[in-house]
Structure formats: C-alpha cells, structure tokens
C-alpha cells in the first residue's frame, strides 16, 4: 500500500496544540506521513510568534504562509485573505501530497479549502457539526463541512448534526477531540514549579480570563465595553488571573488594549501572550475557574471538573457540561455567574459529572481510519 502524505494546515496556537498528538501519532505510522504548513498568528510577533512553539517540538515546518495584515479592520482581513490565496497557490504547486488536514472554523481556512478544491485534493475536516450562533464560524465550517470528503467529530451529537447536513454516515466518525489526549497524556510540573514560572503566589486562586471579539451578535454592546464590564466583575474578588491574548477577529484590538492597562494598572492580573496548550493545560487543575469566551472553556475545561464561566453568545449551541455557567454581558450578570462558580454545592454537584468528548485515544482512532483510506476517484466525488 503506498503512503498517505497529509497536508496540515495551522494558523493559530490553539489549533497547533490540538494537532500535536495527530503528528506525533502520524510519525509512527510507516503508512503515513505528513507536510506542516504554518502561517497566520504563529508568524506574528505582536500575537507572540507562536511558530517559534512549534520549532521547540522538534515538529518540522514545510512551508510558511505570512498572510496576516496588522490592522483591526474587515477590509484588511479580506486583503489578508486574498494575500493568503496566493501564498497557498504556491504552496500547492511547490509540494506533493495526498490530502488537506484542516481542524476547526477559522475563516482563514477558507481559501485552504478553495486551493485543495482547486487542486483536488480530498479534504479532512476536524470538528464539524458543531454550533456557535454567536460567531460568523457557523457558516465558515459549515462551508468547509460541505467541501470536506471525510468527518472527524468530537461527539455523537456532533456526527448526527453532520449527517443532517447531508454527508453521508461512512464518511463521518465519532473520535473525540484531540484535546482528551493532550489532557489524559500530559506530564504535569508541581504546582510550586509552574507558579513560580508566572509569578503566582500559592495561597491565592488563580482564573484564567480569555476573551475574543464576538463576530455575530446583535445586542449591540461594544467589545471594549464586554471587556470593560468582565474586569469591573472581577475587581471585587480576590484572585490572580492570568489574561491570555484574544484571537485575530475584528474588534481585538479595544480588547487587548483594555487587558494592556488593566495589568498595567494592578499587579493581580497576568498577562501572558500564549500559555501553549500544555501550559495551559499544566494549570487548569490549579485553577478555581476559567472565565470568558473561548471554546477551551466549553470543550476543555470540564475534563478537569472545574467551573466556566461562559459570557455572552460566542460559544452559543455547543453542547454544554453541567460546569457551564453562562451568562449576560453586564457587570452584575458576571459577578453572579463567578459566585455560582464558587458555591460549594455547585462544585460539589459538578465533581461527578461525565465528560462528553472522548477518553484519550482520539489521535490513534484518526490514523488508523486514514492509513486505510482508498483515495481513488469515488472518494472525491461527493
């Protein structure tokens, strides 16, 4: 049987950290093999220039695709995408391969998608199915689903989603997430160790805060006035919190602005450009909660039992754990949800809850569905 060669693409330093067990899986399988395709936030130094994350790994890079433009405009991410089309089309000449990996909903994967269609080159696509009416992702993965010739899920319900769509069930599989595999296969530093590398201090709660621009919400409240009302909520409670940097959406730049003078202004907060996924993931356990936007919260964080406080729309219609809590845009709104968070009862309720989104095997089950793929032409066609 001749090798598989898989393109992966990854733009940001949430979706590399989910693909490190698939690479490392993939290097063990003589059947298989891959190209490492890198751009976006990880080439920017303002987003912390997270390619120099994936050189530490010892993970190979291929190619780079520069695309991203630093300005906080919907005109300057469309000439960042249109930048972006014509790297990859070099990208697709210059290397041979069998088929596009792409993970998630990032609209820069759009023309990843349109280069592969271009070249025809079979796609696969890493969680569709999922719902976020709170951001424009909806319809970019719904897009890419619909592109996609085979489905990596992360739950039941997400594959029954799919399979509503109209893609057909042999070419959708229920694998978990990735994440599952980086949380139950981690090695993590002691407590005193990773606290002393952010300068924590051990007898204070630590949150994590990370908070990124909502693309589709109608409420009219603006992202700086989001972020304004989440520090205000926190002021009155005695934690550290460690801030990361939101994504590259419009509107990240009033949302970065008010973390650089909240931290400025008070030693309790923490600014760290990018944890990486296994710093990340070394703290969450030593974490009283989570709070903001982000889909680690909803995905993630109930593996390890502890509380999100979920603001606003963003992450609307994913499938939720009983450690969700969400909640309003307002000040007072946020306050409530942290002290639900905090309730004993609640915490102790939410120590016997079952996680939804796989066990740690989910790296392995995607290899060996994809070394034994017939890449012939009724696969392409759909």
């Known amino acids: 049987m001749a090798k598989i060669t898989c393109a992966i693409f990854t733009t940001t330093r949430a979706e590399f950290g989910l693909y490190l067990p698939l690479l490392r899986a993939i290097e063990k399988e003589a059947e298989l093999d891959y190209l490492l395709f890198v751009g976006g936030t990880h080439c920017a130094v303002e987003h912390g220039k997270t390619i ?35 790297q990859l089309s070099e990208i697709f000449k210059q290397y041979s391969f069998d088929l596009v990996i792409v993970l998630g909903d990032r609209i820069e994967l759009l023309p990843i998608i349109t280069a592969a269609i271009v070249y025809n080159k079979p ?5 569709g199915g999922e719902i976020t009416q709170g951001a424009i992702d909806d319809q970019v993965r719904n897009m890419i689903t619909k592109a996609s010739h085979l489905h990596f899920v992360s739950c039941e319900a997400y594959a029954h989603n799919l399979i509503d769509m109209g ?9 978990g997430s990735l994440a599952t595999d980086i949380m139950v296969q981690l090695h993590r530093p002691d407590k005193i160790t990773l606290f002393r590398k952010y300068n924590l201090q051990d007898d204070i709660p630590v949150v994590i805060l990370t908070y990124h621009p909502v693309t589709l919400d109608l409420k009219g409240i603006s ?23 939101p994504n590259m959406d419009p509107g990240h730049e009033d949302i970065r602005n008010e973390i650089i003078e909240r931290v400025k202004a008070n030693t309790k907060y923490h600014f760290i450009e990018s944890l990486g996924i296994e710093q990340y993931h070394a703290l ?28 606003g729309d963003r992450q609307k219609g994913r499938l939720r754990h009983p450690s969700v809590i969400d909640v309003g ?5 946020i306050v409530e949800g942290i002290k639900k968070a905090l309730d004993k009862s609640f915490r102790d309720t939410i120590s016997q809850m079952q996680y939804f989104f796989g066990n740690g095997n989910t790296a392995k089950q995607i290899v060996d569905i994809l070394k034994n793929l017939k890449l012939n032409e ?5």
């Open 52 to 86: 120099e994350e994936i050189k530490q790994q010892n993970i190979p890079i291929d190619a780079q695709f520069d695309f991203l433009l630093n300005t906080d405009s919907r005109h300057a991410l469309l000439h960042s995408l249109a930048v972006e089309t014509f």
């Open 123 to 127: 796609i696969a696509h890493l969680y």
């Open 223 to 245: 992202a700086r006035e989001q972020i304004v009302n989440l520090f205000d909520a926190l002021e009155s409670f005695p934690f550290q919190v460690i801030v990361t940097a």
């Open 378 to 382: 009724s696969f392409l066609r759909k």
């Open 329 to 333: 845009y307002k000040k007072d709104e």
């Open 167 to 175: 893609e057909k069930p042999e070419r959708v599989f229920n694998v």
């Open 284 to 311: 969450l356990p030593y974490c009283e909660m989570v709070i903001g936007n982000s889909s680690s919260g909803i995905v993630e964080v109930p593996f390890y039992k502890i509380p999100t406080v979920n603001i």
